[in-house]
């Protein structure tokens, strides 16, 4: 219980860090950040082969000390291609002609560097937070969330003095969970020497195994990835609701991170507890338990984060876009905040068949929705579409273990 008080308090400050940009009215910079960010996390899970879903369901050591060197052996390869690509925007914006690369508003080496900096920081954060979770290491979690949440808030405050560009609140969000992420492997006895020792050890076939044997969670998580992010990647299609769009979706990027990082590993803990058990009713009572804290959290955040509007943009804007935004707000967040407490529960129990065709049917639904609708009508659809499918995700759920036949010998090996 300590432990969920602190990892609390460390998330409270990480909500008001991402209110800070909001308060402070930098409506490009959170823009920039939302798109780049919902990127980033589209592509993260693929390229990490789905470990940070996988990992608390491992039953071997071993196994699970290669997951991880694997994917330290990918984030130092996307930093030396960060590296890179700092590099050429230097060079491009000193001697060549930056309107050639220019796409809107946005320039293509920014998006790109951006992007890179974010899923090196998820990236890493992922990887201590599942490690962490699966060692059933609580007070750990509770550090790394308040260590999060003390340099998000700094890092936000920082970001202020550099005004409304394009990196700012990009470069805080990155700041801050590089900088909670390496303390937490630091300050745990062992773990930083364990960690240099497994990624070392990983060759490129150790990576291409550990793809193989979760692709369908991969290709799950792109699916899930474009689904769960489509609200925020289709903002150059919501014409004048785009920056509008992008406060209330980044006010309720804050209840989802409560939800995934603090409430998430506590129900995770269960959930991974009882398939190892194969203790049915344990497993539906904290998979209740969770998507119940998560409805919670979804009212919450549909509510502050359209209020948020008003403040950014004055009380005339929030009356004309009211319907459009609350109700979108409304369904959205409770498809995908509702669910972000047991949103790995299917990896978890290893039934892999399901999460993939879930994923897929979702894909293809919002998928055909983005090539036919623009603005309000595209928001609204998305919002519908996922808040079904969130209904259907929880059932699912709740009938995995049966699904699964626990107890017998058939049951799939969950590495």
């Known amino acids: 219980m300590k432990a969920m008080v602190r990892a609390g308090g460390g998330q409270i400050l990480v909500v008001l860090a991402t209110l800070v940009p ?11 950040s939302v798109f780049c960010g919902s ?9 990490l ?7 608390p369901g491992v039953r071997s050591d071993a196994d699970a000390q ?21 590099i050429g925007r230097v060079i491009v914006f000193t001697f060549g002609d930056v309107r050639t690369w220019s796409a809107g508003k946005w320039n293509i080496l920014d998006v790109a560097l951006g992007v890179l900096l974010l899923m090196i920081a998820q990236g890493a954060y992922a990887i201590v937070v599942s490690w962490s979770t699966r060692q059933a290491d609580m007070n750990a979690i509770a550090r790394l969330r308040m260590s999060y949440g003390v340099a998000a808030i700094v890092a936000a405050l920082l970001a202020v003095l550099f005004g409304d560009g394009f990196f700012p609140v990009i470069v805080a969000s990155s700041i801050g969970l590089l900088v909670s992420a390496t303390m937490t492997v630091i ?14 050890a ?20 792109m699916a899930n990835g474009f689904t769960a992010q489509a609200a925020a990647l289709v903002l150059p299609a ?5 920056e509008l769009w992008a406060i209330v979706f980044r006010v309720g990027g804050g209840f989802a991170t409560i939800m995934q990082t603090v409430v998430a590993p506590f129900i995770e803990k269960e959930l991974g507890a009882a398939t190892r058990t194969q203790d049915i009713e344990r497993f539906k009572r904290a998979a209740s338990r969770g998507w119940m804290v998560g409805i919670a959290g979804a009212i919450a955040a549909a509510s502050l984060g359209v209020l948020a509007v008003g403040y950014t943009h004055g009380r005339d804007q929030l009356i004309a876009n009211l319907l459009v935004l609350g109700t979108a707000a409304s369904l959205l967040f409770g498809g995908q905040i509702g669910n972000a407490p047991i949103s790995r529960a299917l990896s978890i129990v290893g039934w892999q068949h399901a999460q993939l065709a879930w994923d897929v049917c979702r894909l293809v639904v919002v998928g055909v929705l983005v090539l036919l609708l ?9 919002g519908a579409t996922l808040f079904l499918f969130g209904i259907a995700f929880g059932l699912l759920v709740l009938r995995a273990p049966k699904a699964m036949q626990w107890g017998d010998p058939s049951t799939p090996s969950q590495n």
């Open 22 to 32: 909001v308060i402070a009215r930098q409506n490009s910079a959170l823009t920039a």
């Open 374 to 382: 623009r603005g309000a009508p595209l928001l609204l659809s998305i």
């Open 238 to 242: 919501l014409g004048s609701l785009a």
């Open 49 to 55: 082969a789905a470990v940070p879903a996988r990992l």
């Open 202 to 221: 990983v060759r490129f076939r150790t990576y291409l195994g550990i793809w193989g044997s979760g692709w369908r969670l991969a290709l799950a998580s």
């Open 187 to 200: 300050l745990k006895r062992g773990t930083a020497r364990a960690l240099v020792e497994a990624t070392r």
């Open 39 to 47: 990127v980033a996390g589209l592509l993260l899970m693929p390229l």
């Open 66 to 86: 290669r997951m991880v060197g694997a994917c330290a052996r990918v984030l130092l390869t996307l930093a030396g291609v960060a590296i890179l690509a700092g």
